[in-house]
């Protein structure tokens, strides 16, 4: 069985390294504007001091928490490597004299794309995002005029048009609608979902901005929070052990916004947009989970509880509370690597790393691309 499964992550690599060219985007950007929630948020939330993050979170690679939901770092990290620019420093993150030249990350744990709500865990929806943008954009540039000792944090006017504008959004619209809603009043609410989604990257566009790179988003029904919240009915659960429901409307999301995107483009013949399929190669990741070198699909490696899920609602990764007269702290497990979901809800770095190499093939992009990288990843199977 060793040798076997030794034959196919070499096998894998082999394809990875050797796929044929085609047409294909060139990872040549001067900056990168990045929107989202926290699948792509590297301190936002955290600046914003609405949260905060203990230990174990971000112990791989930063040794320290660094604003990530995360035990190292996120997919758009290892873009960011792959387009040979430094990480994104977060908008509001303003201790640390942060770099905003190569590019701002305005992406928001808890964001969803429609305005925010009195309930919302994040006050900065898709729209103030945008709207942060604008007013970084306008700023950096009347600073840039004033004093050219800040040329070196701040983009160059050019830069913006030239830069990549990415998006990873949408998740907390769909998931958090199942707290409140049933499944087909959610599943037509999703044409006003990307109404609003449209109206930002226009006025992106309208600001000059050219080249868009939209992620869709991923099977949420695999997620442990949901399988928790949602799954105790087990005729619920599909083969993967997966909600049924909020795949469904991940799905039915991700058609809309891959419409969407083929609109734009069709549109604005001066525009590129790239639309990812993560739904595609994270579930292609729970499947196979161990051909890639993982043992636990579902159950969360930061959490408390024990298998099968080891997550509890009322106490995040590292916290420590008082639950029915007991204090118990949720715990780290002991090699993070082997597990794809890290506190429930978001990845760990060797499934986030997995993903990201997923995408660098080209194959699950609309339209596809191959091209050789900057570098290989160094991948953990």
């Known amino acids: ?110 964001s969803t794309i429609l305005p925010a709500t009195a309930t919302s865990v994040s006050p900065f929806s898709f729209g103030i995002q945008v709207a942060q943008f604008l007013r970084f954009k306008a700023r950096a540039l009347e600073l840039r005029a004033k004093n050219k000792k800040l040329e070196k944090y701040l983009p160059k006017e050019e830069y913006f048009g030239q830069a990549l504008y990415m998006f990873d959004i949408g998740q907390n619209d769909i998931a958090g609608a199942f707290y409140s809603k049933s499944l087909d009043e959610i599943l037509a609410s999703i044409p006003t979902i990307l109404v609003e989604f449209e109206k930002g990257i226009k006025k992106l566009y309208d600001q000059g901005a050219r080249n868009f790179w939209i992620h869709n988003t991923g099977p949420l029904g695999c997620l442990t929070q949901n399988v928790a919240k949602f799954g105790t009915d087990t005729s619920k659960l599909d083969e993967l052990g997966c909600v049924g429901s909020h795949n469904q409307a991940a799905k039915l999301f991700n058609l809309q916004l891959h419409t969407l995107c083929k609109n734009f483009r069709a549109q604005y013949l001066d525009a590129n947009v790239t639309y990812i399929d993560i739904f595609t190669i994270k579930s292609n990741l729970v499947a196979d989970y161990s051909r890639y070198g993982f043992e636990q699909p579902i159950m969360a490696c930061c959490g408390y509880g024990g298998p099968p899920l080891n997550y509890n609602s009322r106490i995040r990764c590292g916290q420590t509370k008082n639950l029915n007269g007991t204090w118990v702290t949720a715990k780290g497990c002991p090699d993070s690597t082997e597990y794809i979901s890290w506190d429930g809800i978001h990845y760990t770095e060797a499934a986030n790393q997995f993903v990201s190499s997923q995408i660098l093939t080209g194959k699950y992009a609309d339209p596809p691309f191959s091209d050789e990288m900057p570098f290989l990843l160094k991948l953990k199977f």
């Open 1 to 110: 069985m060793a040798i076997k499964t030794c034959f196919l992550h070499v096998l894998f690599l082999i394809m990875f390294i050797c796929l044929p060219l085609s047409k294909s985007i060139h990872f040549n950007f001067p900056s990168v504007f990045n929107f989202g929630d926290s699948n792509s948020d590297t301190g936002e939330l955290i600046a914003s001091g609405i949260e905060s993050l203990d230990p174990p979170n971000g112990q791989i690679y930063f040794k320290t928490p660094s604003g990530r939901y995360c035990d190292g770092r996120l997919i758009i990290d290892f873009l960011m490597d792959a387009m040979d620019l430094p990480f994104l420093n977060a908008y509001l993150d303003s201790v640390g004299v942060p770099i905003f030249r190569k590019g701002c990350n305005f992406a928001t744990a808890g």
